[in-house]
């Protein structure tokens, strides 16, 4: 079955960057397209973008398009997101997800000095 | 960016309760649109998509429907389990934007 297994949670210094993954399975990696999506606490959902792991081509919000960096490794079915120049307001869950049909557990990103 | 006004904020409802949440989209987004249900601590769950079809394993009682630029998620006979946050999203045209959440509660 189709499942996306992302890194654990994060605890980084405001200025810092993080970089977080989510490992794909049970379909084949590179024919589908993963989204990553942002979640502040309590408040709703913000799409980043999105990344085509058989090309490597990417297409951003323009809100975190100097924020955000999407990458993938083939061969071991990972995508990856770096979030750059972290401030308090980064500080949120991140979600990847398979055609919004599937989606990882979320990995939970805090900014504090 | 296209907006998604979604109503209500806040939905209290009885259990067997008929209940019905609504997006706006202030541009045309065909039937490019996915309804999410989000219980507290986990990911969101596609209910439907295409405006108007039934993801796989969500139960018959959840219907999408849409009237012009108007879409809505519509739950029939609810149960406890469909007490959670329920969010919208239109994904015709980048950047892909959601609404911003109804939570349902019990009255």
């Known amino acids: 079955q189709v499942k996306l297994l992302q890194s654990g949670a994060a605890l980084v210094k405001p200025g810092d ?5 989510c490992k794909a399975s049970g379909y ?15 408040k709703s959902l913000e799409w980043i973008g999105y990344i085509n792991p058989y090309s490597g081509g990417t297409n951003y919000n323009e809100k975190f398009k100097s924020k955000a960096t999407l990458t993938v490794d ?20 991140y979600y990847c997800a398979k055609r ?10 805090t900014v504090s000095s | 960016d296209i907006q998604m006004t979604q109503s209500p904020s806040s939905l209290p409802a009885s259990l067997g309760d008929r209940v ?12 490019y649109l996915r309804w999410f249900q989000q ?13 108007t079809n039934l993801a796989n ?11 012009g630029s108007d879409y809505s998620l519509t739950i029939n006979s609810l149960e406890s389990e469909d007490m959670a946050i329920y ?11 959601f609404g911003a959440g109804t939570k349902l509660e019990l009255k």
């Open chain 1, 17 to 21: 960057s993080v970089k977080m993954s």
């Open chain 1, 28 to 42: 084949t990696f590179t024919d589908y397209i993963i989204h990553w999506v942002k979640q502040s606490h309590g």
């Open chain 1, 74 to 93: 083939k061969s071991s079915s990972t995508a990856y997101m770096e979030f750059s120049r972290l401030t308090s307001e980064d500080s949120a869950i």
């Open chain 1, 100 to 109: 919004f049909a599937y989606w990882g557990q979320g990995t939970l990103v």
């Open chain 2, 20 to 31: 019905t949440i609504t997006c706006r989209a202030s541009q045309d987004i065909g039937n």
């Open chain 2, 39 to 51: 219980k507290p601590g986990k990911s969101p769950r596609l209910m439907i998509y295409g405006a």
């Open chain 2, 57 to 67: 394993g969500v139960p018959s009682r959840f219907s999408g429907s849409r009237s």
């Open chain 2, 87 to 97: 969010y919208c999203l239109q994904h015709n045209e980048y950047p892909y934007t």
